[in-house]
């Protein structure tokens, strides 16, 4: 199976790419981390961008704050799909960072999900190897399954609760 690369902005950012992290695992997908600014080591950023689908990543999870042009970075340097993950900052409350991972113009195109959503990055990541993987898919359907039966489980209680 492909791997998913993972980018973070700054380890400040790990709390969010934990969930992420977490997610992969269950699913028992290979990731490999990496701390790459698109601004304080541009360069590093571009080369794993370069090297990504030859050193057999299948999809890019990027995460960053505040003026957030980490993902679209990468998905310059790259054709294989990239994920960005706009990460809550200190000022704005992350829409400073959503609006910066998912305005990117035509042509370079960032699948964005919501501001510190870790773990519907690794969810989507999953769904993309899942294509052409069936065993992953399974796992996945698995997976939609379980978290079914915890919100019954949930209605199934509620009442107890007021
Ligand atoms: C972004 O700036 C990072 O992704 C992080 O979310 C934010 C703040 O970085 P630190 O100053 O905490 O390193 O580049």
């Not at 990496?34 to 360069?43: D, E, G, I």
């Not at 960053?64 to 706009?86: D, E, K, R, S």
């Not at 000022?91 to 699948?111: C, E, Y």
């Not at 052409?132 to 209680?157: F, I, P, Q, S």
Request: charged share 20%.
């Amino acid at each position: 199976m492909k791997k998913v690369g993972i980018v973070m902005g700054s380890d400040s950012d790990l709390p969010v790419i934990q969930k992420t992290a977490d997610t992969l695992r269950a699913l028992e997908i290979e990731f490999e981390v990496h701390v790459y600014s698109a601004h304080r080591t541009p360069v590093e950023a571009r080369e794993f961008a370069l090297s990504a689908r030859s050193m057999g990543f299948g999809v890019i999870i990027a995460a960053a704050g505040m003026a957030a042009h980490l993902a679209g970075a990468i998905a310059a340097n790259t054709t294989l799909p990239v994920i960005g993950i706009p990460c809550k900052g200190p000022v704005l409350d992350g829409l400073d960072a959503l609006l910066s991972t998912v305005q990117m113009p035509s042509g370079i195109p960032v699948a964005t999900v919501g501001v510190n959503g870790g773990t519907n990055a690794a969810l989507l990541a999953a769904q993309i190897l899942a294509v052409e993987d069936k065993a992953l898919a399974e796992r996945l359907a698995a997976k939609r399954a379980a978290d079914t039966e915890a919100v019954l489980a949930k209605d199934a209680g509620i009442t107890g609760r007021l």
